[in-house]
């Protein structure tokens, strides 16, 4: 699992059959410092995360198992909101 | 996923993934503003995209979690055309 | 998938037993826009008969382990085709002669642009 | 798979029991003109390689566990194959 902000969504019209009704955020995925580390990325949403959220997302094969209907090729999910995080300084 | 630029199209005819009726595409993984990096992705066109449309992208054996590609060597596929990408509340990219 | 060029092999004789009979070709990344080699190699199992000197494309992680040649086998790398021609923006940037025909097989096939 | 050379080993005692037995390596990837590149990892090696050998190594958990006759491992890089030999095509122009 990785630490992301949720910074906005992507919408899809056309695409697979299997990801109708699947909500799709912008994830930034974050280093240890919380700083923005590369690209964003696009996940599936299961938790209803918002625009500024700082979620755990999972990616991999793992990661459509969160949805109801998991078979699909989605390689990132969003599966927790965090509300507090605590990290011990290098 | 990520976030793709569609470059173009790879024709082959000697190929061992058993798969008929998706082609291959290049394209070039980019930021939601649709600038695209230096590198670039062969991808397995699920959905029917054209050069420069914006489309998401899912890699790894998630992939084949198709009836197209089920048990088949794929590791990157186009599973959706872009249409609009919101950022911090607003519009940044529309098709 | 990733594009790469063949540009050589690798011969093993002590290795894993599974790996038996299977060829490793040495595969160079290139810049799709330049076809120029990014001196960043990978070893791929070859599961097409691709030649060197030809353009490929090959799989990664576990999907390289569904082909026919590569099944069973521990892999992490195969390549899955031979590239006839690509296109960036409508434009042919590559493209392999002797398309209307069979493919010419052997090491010194010629490739032209 | 990817080209590397055999630069070290690692002796461990407290380790996870998939590790027990098994001989772990210090590998470096190189390019086929034998220069280091990249970061160097820890490999699983089952073919008696040696410090200076170069070798192929395989990073993906479910080949490790193909070669190790393991399943659900928490291992994802072994060596697979000492090589012999590497073979380049001389540079011929106009390739493409």
Request: net charge negative; glycine share 10%; hydrophobic share 40%.
């Amino acid at each position: 699992m990785k630490i992301g902000r949720v910074t906005g969504t992507v919408v899809s019209t056309r695409k697979l059959e299997s990801l109708e009704g699947i909500k799709l955020l912008l994830v930034q995925p974050l280093d240890d410092n919380m700083e923005n580390n590369g690209n964003p990325i696009v996940a599936c949403d299961t938790v209803q995360a918002g625009s500024g959220d700082l979620v755990i997302y999972e990616g991999g094969r793992e990661a459509a198992l969160a949805l109801d209907n998991w078979y699909n090729p989605a390689d990132s999910a969003v599966i927790g909101i965090i509300d507090q995080l605590d990290q011990v300084k290098r | 996923m990520i976030l793709a630029k569609v470059l173009g199209n790879v024709i082959t005819t000697i190929k061992v993934d058993g798969i008929e009726g998706a082609g291959y595409k290049i394209v070039a993984p980019c930021t939601p503003l649709g600038a695209a990096g230096d590198g670039a992705l062969v991808v397995l066109d699920l959905v029917g995209s054209a050069p420069d449309e914006f489309v998401l992208v899912s890699q790894g054996s998630s992939t084949r979690q198709t009836e197209l590609t089920k048990d088949k060597p794929v590791d990157a596929v186009i599973m959706g055309i872009v249409d609009i990408v919101e950022e911090e509340g607003k519009v940044v990219f529309r098709k | 998938m990733v594009l790469a060029k063949v540009v050589g092999s690798v011969v093993s004789t002590i290795k894993e037993p599974r790996l038996e009979g299977v060829r490793f070709l040495l595969l160079e990344k290139i810049d799709v826009k330049t076809l120029k080699g990014k001196k960043d190699f990978v070893v791929a199992m070859d599961a097409v008969g691709a030649g060197e000197g030809e353009l490929v494309f090959y799989v990664s992680g576990s999907s390289s382990r569904q082909t026919e040649i590569t099944a069973g086998k521990p892999s992490d790398a195969a390549i899955i085709a031979i590239v006839d021609s690509f296109d960036i923006q409508g434009k042919t940037i590559y493209s392999k002669s002797g398309l209307a025909g069979e493919p010419k097989r052997g090491p010194n096939r010629g490739v032209s642009k | 798979m990817t080209l590397a050379s055999v630069t070290g080993t690692v002796v461990s005692t407290v380790k996870i029991k998939a590790l027990e037995g098994l001989k772990l390596m210090i590998v470096h990837p190189i390019n086929p003109d034998g220069k280091f590149t990249g970061k160097q990892m820890v490999a699983v090696d089952s073919l008696q390689s040696g410090v200076g050998d170069d070798v192929l190594i395989i990073d993906e958990g479910g080949s490790a566990g193909i070669m190790l006759e393991m399943s659900s491992q928490p291992i994802r890089t072994v060596i697979a194959a000492i090589v012999d030999s590497v073979d380049i095509v001389k540079e011929e122009k106009n390739v493409y």
